[in-house]
Protein backbone atom coordinates (compact mmCIF):
# COMPACT_ATOMS: atom_id res chain seq x y z
CA UNK A 1 0.00 0.00 0.00
CA UNK A 2 1.71 3.36 -0.93
CA UNK A 3 1.57 6.18 1.16
CA UNK A 4 2.34 9.46 1.64
CA UNK A 5 2.58 12.22 4.39
CA UNK A 6 1.63 15.55 3.95
CA UNK A 7 2.80 17.86 6.70
CA UNK A 8 5.76 17.49 8.69
CA UNK A 9 5.61 19.54 11.82
CA UNK A 10 5.11 18.48 15.49
CA UNK A 11 2.80 15.61 14.74
CA UNK A 12 5.02 13.83 12.18
CA UNK A 13 7.53 11.59 13.34
CA UNK A 14 3.96 9.11 15.47
CA UNK A 15 2.81 9.20 11.72
CA UNK A 16 6.09 8.05 10.45
CA UNK A 17 6.82 5.52 13.25
CA UNK A 18 3.53 4.40 12.56
CA UNK A 19 3.32 4.44 9.10
CA UNK A 20 6.71 1.87 9.56
CA UNK A 21 5.69 -0.52 12.05
CA UNK A 22 2.29 -1.10 9.79
CA UNK A 23 4.55 -1.96 6.45
CA UNK A 24 3.55 0.38 4.25
CA UNK A 25 5.42 2.01 1.27
CA UNK A 26 6.62 5.02 1.47
CA UNK A 27 6.06 6.94 -1.55
CA UNK A 28 6.84 10.86 -0.57
CA UNK A 29 6.37 12.89 2.02
CA UNK A 30 5.45 16.90 1.39
CA UNK A 31 5.81 20.19 3.52
CA UNK A 32 5.96 23.78 2.43
CA UNK A 33 8.70 23.71 4.57
CA UNK A 34 11.51 22.27 2.84
CA UNK A 35 13.69 22.39 6.17
CA UNK A 36 11.42 20.70 7.71
CA UNK A 37 10.80 17.65 5.52
CA UNK A 38 14.48 17.09 5.27
CA UNK A 39 14.62 17.04 8.79
CA UNK A 40 11.96 14.30 8.92
CA UNK A 41 13.61 12.45 6.07
CA UNK A 42 17.24 12.22 7.73
CA UNK A 43 15.88 11.89 11.04
CA UNK A 44 13.57 8.72 9.90
CA UNK A 45 15.64 7.18 7.53
CA UNK A 46 13.37 8.39 4.38
CA UNK A 47 16.21 10.35 2.40
CA UNK A 48 15.34 8.10 -0.63
CA UNK A 49 11.68 9.06 -0.04
CA UNK A 50 10.33 11.71 -3.15
CA UNK A 51 10.10 14.70 -1.31
CA UNK A 52 7.29 17.59 -2.62
CA UNK A 53 6.75 20.80 -1.52
CA UNK A 54 3.72 21.05 -3.27
CA UNK A 55 0.89 18.14 -2.65
CA UNK A 56 -1.28 19.00 -5.63
CA UNK A 57 2.37 18.24 -7.65
CA UNK A 58 2.28 15.29 -5.78
CA UNK A 59 -1.11 13.70 -6.27
CA UNK A 60 -0.37 14.23 -9.68
CA UNK A 61 2.96 12.60 -9.80
CA UNK A 62 2.54 9.46 -7.30
CA UNK A 63 -0.14 6.72 -6.95
CA UNK A 64 -1.07 6.97 -3.64
CA UNK A 65 -3.00 4.47 -1.62
CA UNK A 66 -2.98 5.96 2.03
CA UNK A 67 -2.18 9.32 3.03
CA UNK A 68 -2.30 10.88 6.04
CA UNK A 69 -2.53 14.87 6.90
CA UNK A 70 -1.15 16.41 9.59
CA UNK A 71 -0.48 20.11 8.17
CA UNK A 72 -2.15 23.49 10.24
CA UNK A 73 -5.93 22.63 11.08
CA UNK A 74 -7.39 25.05 8.85
CA UNK A 75 -5.96 23.14 5.99
CA UNK A 76 -7.29 19.74 6.32
CA UNK A 77 -10.61 20.34 4.74
CA UNK A 78 -9.19 21.61 1.39
CA UNK A 79 -6.65 19.30 1.31
CA UNK A 80 -8.64 15.91 1.77
CA UNK A 81 -11.46 16.82 -0.69
CA UNK A 82 -7.69 17.08 -2.95
CA UNK A 83 -6.58 13.83 -1.93
CA UNK A 84 -10.21 12.15 -2.60
CA UNK A 85 -10.43 13.75 -5.34
CA UNK A 86 -7.24 11.51 -6.61
CA UNK A 87 -8.83 8.87 -5.10
CA UNK A 88 -6.78 8.74 -2.00
CA UNK A 89 -8.06 7.24 1.26
CA UNK A 90 -6.98 9.54 4.15
CA UNK A 91 -6.08 9.54 7.51
CA UNK A 92 -6.57 13.21 8.70
CA UNK A 93 -5.38 14.61 12.12
CA UNK A 94 -7.48 16.23 14.30
CA UNK A 95 -9.63 18.17 13.82
CA UNK A 96 -10.98 16.61 10.51
CA UNK A 97 -11.94 20.04 9.63
CA UNK A 98 -12.63 23.68 11.07
CA UNK A 99 -16.10 24.14 9.75
CA UNK A 100 -19.27 21.86 9.67
CA UNK A 101 -20.07 22.38 5.94
CA UNK A 102 -16.61 21.25 5.14
CA UNK A 103 -16.60 17.77 7.45
CA UNK A 104 -19.81 17.22 5.60
CA UNK A 105 -18.07 17.76 2.39
CA UNK A 106 -15.45 15.40 3.32
CA UNK A 107 -18.10 12.42 4.21
CA UNK A 108 -19.78 13.06 1.11
CA UNK A 109 -16.95 13.55 -1.36
CA UNK A 110 -15.19 10.15 0.42
CA UNK A 111 -18.77 8.37 0.25
CA UNK A 112 -18.89 9.36 -3.42
CA UNK A 113 -15.53 8.20 -4.32
CA UNK A 114 -15.72 4.88 -2.44
CA UNK A 115 -12.36 6.21 -0.29
CA UNK A 116 -11.96 5.61 3.66
CA UNK A 117 -11.16 8.47 6.01
CA UNK A 118 -9.94 7.97 9.37
CA UNK A 119 -9.78 10.89 11.86
CA UNK A 120 -6.52 10.60 14.40
CA UNK A 121 -8.43 10.41 17.47
CA UNK A 122 -5.67 7.86 18.68
CA UNK A 123 -6.93 7.40 22.21
CA UNK A 124 -9.56 5.34 21.37
CA UNK A 125 -7.07 2.47 20.85
CA UNK A 126 -5.21 3.23 24.34
CA UNK A 127 -5.16 0.06 25.84
CA UNK A 128 -6.96 1.54 28.94
CA UNK A 129 -9.75 3.09 26.80
CA UNK A 130 -10.15 -0.21 25.33
CA UNK A 131 -10.98 -1.84 28.55
CA UNK A 132 -13.36 0.64 29.32
CA UNK A 133 -15.18 0.89 26.17
CA UNK A 134 -15.44 -3.26 26.50
CA UNK A 135 -16.80 -3.03 29.94
CA UNK A 136 -19.44 -0.39 28.70
CA UNK A 137 -20.03 -2.40 26.04
CA UNK A 138 -20.96 -5.19 28.37
CA UNK A 139 -23.36 -3.45 30.47
CA UNK A 140 -20.89 -3.41 33.32
CA UNK A 141 -21.75 0.23 34.13
CA UNK A 142 -25.79 -0.47 34.17
CA UNK A 143 -27.25 3.62 33.61
CA UNK A 144 -24.53 5.65 32.96
CA UNK A 145 -25.35 8.64 35.29
CA UNK A 146 -22.70 11.12 33.46
CA UNK A 147 -18.99 11.55 32.63
CA UNK A 148 -16.67 14.60 32.80
CA UNK A 149 -13.40 14.92 30.87
CA UNK A 150 -10.52 17.38 32.26
CA UNK A 151 -7.52 18.36 30.39
CA UNK A 152 -4.71 20.38 32.36
CA UNK A 153 -2.23 21.24 30.40
CA UNK A 154 0.37 24.34 29.76
CA UNK A 155 1.31 25.62 26.42
CA UNK A 156 3.80 28.78 26.85
CA UNK A 157 4.53 31.27 24.78
CA UNK A 158 7.31 29.65 23.02
CA UNK A 159 5.07 26.72 22.05
CA UNK A 160 2.93 29.19 20.17
CA UNK A 161 5.76 31.21 19.00
CA UNK A 162 7.32 28.48 17.00
CA UNK A 163 3.90 28.38 14.68
CA UNK A 164 2.62 31.56 14.38
CA UNK A 165 -0.78 29.80 13.33
CA UNK A 166 -1.48 28.07 16.52
CA UNK A 167 -3.93 29.70 18.23
CA UNK A 168 -5.52 31.62 15.35
CA UNK A 169 -8.97 31.00 14.37
CA UNK A 170 -8.61 30.53 11.04
CA UNK A 171 -6.00 27.99 10.90
CA UNK A 172 -6.23 26.26 14.85
CA UNK A 173 -8.75 27.61 17.47
CA UNK A 174 -8.18 27.27 20.59
CA UNK A 175 -7.34 25.14 24.11
CA UNK A 176 -10.45 23.09 23.27
CA UNK A 177 -9.78 22.58 19.72
CA UNK A 178 -6.35 21.94 19.29
CA UNK A 179 -5.57 20.09 22.88
CA UNK A 180 -8.71 19.05 24.50
CA UNK A 181 -10.49 17.46 21.51
CA UNK A 182 -9.58 13.79 22.11
CA UNK A 183 -10.76 13.71 25.46
CA UNK A 184 -13.95 15.27 24.27
CA UNK A 185 -13.65 13.12 21.65
CA UNK A 186 -14.02 10.37 24.21
CA UNK A 187 -16.13 11.66 26.48
CA UNK A 188 -18.83 11.67 23.83
CA UNK A 189 -18.52 8.61 22.12
CA UNK A 190 -18.48 6.99 25.71
CA UNK A 191 -21.94 8.67 26.93
CA UNK A 192 -23.68 7.90 23.81
CA UNK A 193 -22.85 10.41 20.95
CA UNK A 194 -26.61 12.14 20.49
CA UNK A 195 -26.50 15.61 22.45
CA UNK A 196 -29.29 17.43 23.30
CA UNK A 197 -28.09 20.56 24.28
CA UNK A 198 -24.65 22.46 25.23
CA UNK A 199 -23.90 25.25 28.02
CA UNK A 200 -20.43 26.25 27.82
CA UNK A 201 -18.03 29.13 28.74
CA UNK A 202 -14.54 30.00 26.89
CA UNK A 203 -12.19 32.56 27.74
CA UNK A 204 -8.34 33.79 27.02
CA UNK A 205 -6.79 34.37 30.48
CA UNK A 206 -3.45 34.20 29.71
CA UNK A 207 -2.67 33.88 26.64
CA UNK A 208 -3.02 37.50 25.23
CA UNK A 209 -0.73 36.50 22.10
CA UNK A 210 -3.43 33.93 20.31
CA UNK A 211 -6.57 34.88 19.13
CA UNK A 212 -8.99 32.00 20.66
CA UNK A 213 -9.21 30.70 24.14
CA UNK A 214 -6.91 29.03 26.30
CA UNK A 215 -9.49 27.79 28.87
CA UNK A 216 -13.00 26.49 27.98
CA UNK A 217 -16.18 24.57 30.48
CA UNK A 218 -19.13 23.32 29.19
CA UNK A 219 -21.99 21.14 30.36
CA UNK A 220 -23.36 18.75 28.46
CA UNK A 221 -26.72 16.96 27.92
CA UNK A 222 -27.33 13.50 26.04
CA UNK A 223 -30.13 12.50 24.70
CA UNK A 224 -30.12 9.36 26.69
CA UNK A 225 -30.50 11.30 30.09
CA UNK A 226 -26.60 11.18 30.78
CA UNK A 227 -24.35 14.26 31.40
CA UNK A 228 -20.95 15.07 30.74
CA UNK A 229 -18.73 17.69 32.11
CA UNK A 230 -15.89 19.38 30.21
CA UNK A 231 -12.91 21.19 31.86
CA UNK A 232 -10.27 22.06 29.10
CA UNK A 233 -7.30 24.92 29.96
CA UNK A 234 -3.62 25.68 28.40
CA UNK A 235 -2.99 27.48 31.18
CA UNK A 236 -1.69 25.53 34.08
CA UNK A 237 1.86 26.59 35.67
CA UNK A 238 4.75 24.99 34.58
CA UNK A 239 4.13 22.20 33.02
CA UNK A 240 0.89 19.38 32.22
CA UNK A 241 -0.63 18.04 34.67
CA UNK A 242 -2.97 15.60 33.64
CA UNK A 243 -5.77 14.04 31.20
CA UNK A 244 -8.82 12.68 33.12
CA UNK A 245 -11.53 10.57 32.06
CA UNK A 246 -14.55 9.52 34.70
CA UNK A 247 -17.18 7.55 33.91
CA UNK A 248 -19.63 7.01 36.64
CA UNK A 249 -22.49 4.54 36.20
CA UNK A 250 -25.11 3.10 38.80
CA UNK A 251 -22.92 0.05 38.53
CA UNK A 252 -19.76 1.49 37.84
CA UNK A 253 -16.98 3.85 38.39
CA UNK A 254 -13.53 4.29 36.04
CA UNK A 255 -11.01 6.47 36.16
CA UNK A 256 -8.41 6.96 33.06
CA UNK A 257 -6.00 9.40 33.90
CA UNK A 258 -2.11 9.81 33.32
CA UNK A 259 -0.51 12.39 30.56
CA UNK A 260 -3.24 11.36 28.01
CA UNK A 261 -5.96 8.87 29.86
CA UNK A 262 -3.15 5.87 28.95
CA UNK A 263 -4.02 4.92 32.73
CA UNK A 264 -7.13 3.22 34.36
CA UNK A 265 -6.33 4.72 38.12
CA UNK A 266 -9.81 3.90 39.61
CA UNK A 267 -11.82 0.73 38.86
CA UNK A 268 -15.32 -0.35 40.69
CA UNK A 269 -17.73 -2.82 39.79
CA UNK A 270 -20.39 -4.39 41.34
CA UNK A 271 -20.27 -7.20 39.78
CA UNK A 272 -16.29 -7.83 40.59
CA UNK A 273 -15.67 -9.47 37.93
CA UNK A 274 -12.19 -8.70 38.40
CA UNK A 275 -9.91 -7.67 40.58
CA UNK A 276 -9.48 -3.79 40.78
CA UNK A 277 -5.50 -3.77 41.80
CA UNK A 278 -4.86 -6.02 38.71
CA UNK A 279 -6.79 -4.35 36.28
CA UNK A 280 -4.95 -1.27 36.99
CA UNK A 281 -1.99 -2.64 37.12
CA UNK A 282 -1.93 -3.92 33.43
CA UNK A 283 -3.64 -1.15 31.92
CA UNK A 284 -1.21 1.52 32.66
CA UNK A 285 0.95 2.78 30.01
CA UNK A 286 3.72 5.17 30.38
CA UNK A 287 4.15 6.84 27.05
CA UNK A 288 7.19 9.57 26.35
CA UNK A 289 4.53 12.23 25.22
CA UNK A 290 1.40 13.28 25.17
CA UNK A 291 0.86 11.73 21.93
CA UNK A 292 0.44 8.31 23.25
CA UNK A 293 0.68 4.73 21.72
CA UNK A 294 -2.46 4.85 19.58
CA UNK A 295 -1.12 5.84 16.29
CA UNK A 296 0.06 2.68 15.55
CA UNK A 297 -3.08 0.38 16.11
CA UNK A 298 -5.22 3.40 14.37
CA UNK A 299 -3.27 2.99 11.22
CA UNK A 300 -3.64 -0.98 11.44
CA UNK A 301 -7.50 -0.30 11.84
CA UNK A 302 -7.39 2.11 9.33
CA UNK A 303 -5.38 -0.40 6.46
CA UNK A 304 -7.91 -3.65 7.91
CA UNK A 305 -10.55 -1.41 7.10
CA UNK A 306 -9.65 -0.51 3.26
CA UNK A 307 -8.53 -3.88 2.53
CA UNK A 308 -11.50 -5.15 3.97
CA UNK A 309 -13.82 -1.92 2.50
CA UNK A 310 -15.02 -1.43 6.23
CA UNK A 311 -15.40 1.69 8.12
CA UNK A 312 -12.21 2.21 10.53
CA UNK A 313 -12.83 2.67 13.53
CA UNK A 314 -12.86 6.47 13.98
CA UNK A 315 -14.55 7.09 10.63
CA UNK A 316 -15.23 10.91 9.35
CA UNK A 317 -18.29 10.68 11.28
CA UNK A 318 -16.57 10.40 14.39
CA UNK A 319 -14.51 13.39 13.27
CA UNK A 320 -17.71 15.64 12.70
CA UNK A 321 -18.88 14.96 16.08
CA UNK A 322 -15.90 15.60 17.82
CA UNK A 323 -16.15 19.29 15.66
CA UNK A 324 -19.42 19.96 16.54
CA UNK A 325 -19.40 19.52 20.35
CA UNK A 326 -16.39 21.87 20.59
CA UNK A 327 -17.96 24.27 18.29
CA UNK A 328 -21.04 24.55 20.11
CA UNK A 329 -19.48 25.59 23.41
CA UNK A 330 -17.44 28.01 21.33
CA UNK A 331 -21.38 29.19 20.13
CA UNK A 332 -23.14 28.79 23.62
CA UNK A 333 -19.95 30.75 25.12
CA UNK A 334 -20.37 33.64 22.52
CA UNK A 335 -24.28 33.76 22.50
CA UNK A 336 -24.12 33.07 26.19
CA UNK A 337 -26.69 30.58 25.56
CA UNK A 338 -28.00 26.67 25.86
CA UNK A 339 -27.25 25.36 22.35
CA UNK A 340 -29.56 22.63 20.83
CA UNK A 341 -27.64 20.26 18.18
CA UNK A 342 -27.18 19.12 15.94
CA UNK A 343 -25.67 22.39 14.48
CA UNK A 344 -26.72 23.16 10.98
CA UNK A 345 -23.66 24.78 10.07
CA UNK A 346 -20.47 26.40 12.20
CA UNK A 347 -17.21 27.55 11.90
CA UNK A 348 -14.02 28.77 13.92
CA UNK A 349 -14.34 32.02 11.83
CA UNK A 350 -17.68 32.54 13.25
CA UNK A 351 -15.60 33.52 16.65
CA UNK A 352 -12.90 35.79 15.25
CA UNK A 353 -13.85 38.62 17.44
CA UNK A 354 -14.68 36.82 20.75
CA UNK A 355 -11.51 37.95 22.44
CA UNK A 356 -10.59 40.97 20.06
CA UNK A 357 -7.17 41.67 18.75
CA UNK A 358 -4.20 39.76 20.03
CA UNK A 359 -0.72 41.17 20.72
CA UNK A 360 1.93 40.99 18.53
CA UNK A 361 4.33 38.08 19.52
Given at each position: ????????????????????????????????DERKMQDKAGKFGLENVRQYTDYRRMLDAEKIDLAAIATESGKHA???????????????????????????????????????????????????????????????????????????????????????????????????????????????????????????????????????????????????????????????????????????????????????????????????????????????????????????????????????????????????????????????SAEKRTVRLPLKECSTMDFADMFGKRKD?
Amino acid sequence: MRYALIGCGRISPNHIAAAKKNHLEFAAICDTDERKMQDKAGKFGLENVRQYTDYRRMLDAEKIDLAAIATESGKHAAIALDCISAGCSLIIEKPIALSLTDAEMIIQAAAKKGVKVCVSHQNRFNKSIQKIRDALEKNRFGRMLYGTAHIRWCRDYAYYAKAKWRGTWEQDGGALMNQCIHNIDLLRWMLGDEIEEVTGITDRMKHDYIEAEDLGMALVKFKNGTYGIIEGTTNLFSQNLEETLYLFGEKGTVKAGGQSVNKIEEWRFADTLDEPQAVMAEYAENPPDVYGYGHSPLYADMIEAIKNDREPYVNAEAGKRALELVLAIYLSSAEKRTVRLPLKECSTMDFADMFGKRKDM
